[in-house]
């Protein structure tokens, strides 16, 4: 007896309408080839096509499914609907697997946008056209998983109420949102770009991009994370899943201290300079006669070991006095006073305004910024173990809710 499978009865049905395999495909707006390979076994129509073959040729989708038109006297109904369960699961499967490369290419395009930053940010000193370029990529992976889960969705018919169906859309969306986080991450990493980079003519370096994308990455990730809890904890309540909402709940609590923390740490650790007493100045006259003295740096370099000549931002040559010359400006862009620096012991300034008005300047020398990132060590030292805390005390709490 000859198997009765999909392929072979929308053949049937076809040549039963005397539709040739063109005609029927023009109709689904599909290529003949298409239809070759349904009738062959090959493949199979999407799930979105289903209903619509079915209305074309006067048969129901579960008949479609089956490969054979319903006999109510057969007396064996659980065998066909077994059948269509299995072609609905065959096709599901068809449609996850198909997602989950196409997301892959997604990932692939957002990961060759930071690669096309680290080439031009590292090979050509452009921190600026590195995250714009990178940007770019992001946009078209972002672009291109929408697209793709979409097409993914809609190729879910709404009218087959199936649990692999089901299981499907939810695998799709779990996909789709860990693209869009992988997405978000790259892009907080590629972040210190442009926050960092004084000028578009200039690149970071690695050390620099380094320490400040790591942090960027990982709170990116919490604020991801946060949300795809918050989305399924809606999800919960709308279900009225009690025990699965309390899990949700503390794994919330705890993502949103995590990322609490982390804004915290970063904002403490981000300028030795809070650490340090320094040099403060409310004499300006007295501040420019500190930065013009000539004293060396931790190395014993004095400022005329500098080559004879300097390059200014445009790469065009400038005398030494220029390159050394820095200007103060208020907030708006006044200019207040000008100095040479020639003080290679300073490692950092700072300005404290109030509105356009400069109260006071504070100057780190290099000894004194070595304790004070030695005091920032220990803080972010600190910060880590109350990370490990948190996460001990939230899984401890985990596990309990779990038992109940």
Excluded at 244 to 250: A, D, E, H, M, V
Aim: net charge neutral; glycine share 6%.
């Amino acid at each position: 007896m000859e198997r009765k499978t999909m392929g072979s009865f929308i053949s049937a049905l076809r040549k039963a309408q005397g539709l040739t395999q063109r005609e029927l495909a023009e109709r689904l707006n599909v290529s003949d080839k298409a239809v070759s390979r349904w009738e062959r076994d090959e493949s199979a129509p999407d799930l979105s096509l289903i209903p619509v073959i079915a209305e074309i040729f006067g048969v129901t989708a579960d008949e479609l499914l089956r490969g054979e038109r319903a006999d109510p006297a057969s007396g064996n109904p659980a065998r066909g609907a077994e059948k269509r369960e299995r072609e609905i699961r065959r096709l599901a499967r068809s449609v996850s697997t198909g997602f989950r490369i196409q997301s892959i290419i997604s990932a692939g395009i957002a990961l060759a946008g930071l690669v096309a930053a680290m080439i031009l940010n590292f090979g050509f000193l452009r921190a600026y056209a590195g995250f714009f370029a990178a940007c770019v990529f992001f946009i078209a992976a972002a672009v291109c998983e929408g697209a793709f889960l979409l097409r993914s969705r809609f190729a879910l018919a709404d009218s087959l109420d199936d649990e692999a169906v089901s299981r499907c859309r939810s695998a799709l969306t779990v996909t789709a949102e860990l693209v869009f986080s992988f997405i978000l991450v790259l892009f907080a990493a590629a972040l210190p770009l442009i926050l960092l980079a004084p000028y578009a003519e200039v690149g970071l370096t690695g050390e620099t991009w380094l320490k400040y994308a790591l942090p960027a990455a990982a709170a990116g990730a919490l604020l991801c994370f946060v949300f795809c809890l918050l989305m399924q904890l809606v999800h919960a309540v709308q279900r009225k899943d009690s025990r699965k909402g309390r899990l949700l709940k503390t794994s919330l609590i705890t993502a949103a201290a995590l990322l609490l923390t982390l804004v915290l740490h970063l904002a403490l650790c981000s300028d030795f300079m809070r650490y340090t007493e320094g040099i403060e100045f409310q004499d300006f006259s007295k501040f420019i006669n500190y930065m013009e003295t000539i004293l060396p740096d931790p190395e014993g370099r004095y400022y005329y070991d500098m080559p004879g000549y300097c390059l200014d931002e445009d790469e065009n040559r400038i005398s030494r006095s220029a390159y050394l010359t820095e200007t103060v400006c208020s907030p708006s862009g006044q200019a207040l006073f000008s100095y040479l620096n020639k003080n290679m012991d300073v490692a950092g300034i700072s300005y404290h305004w109030k509105g356009d008005t400069l109260l006071e300047i504070k100057v780190c020398t290099w000894a004194q910024a070595e304790e004070a990132k030695a005091v920032m060590q220990k803080v972010s030292a600190a910060f880590y173990a109350f990370y490990a805390l948190e996460l001990g005390a939230s899984l401890l709490l985990f596990f309990r809710r779990k038992k109940k």
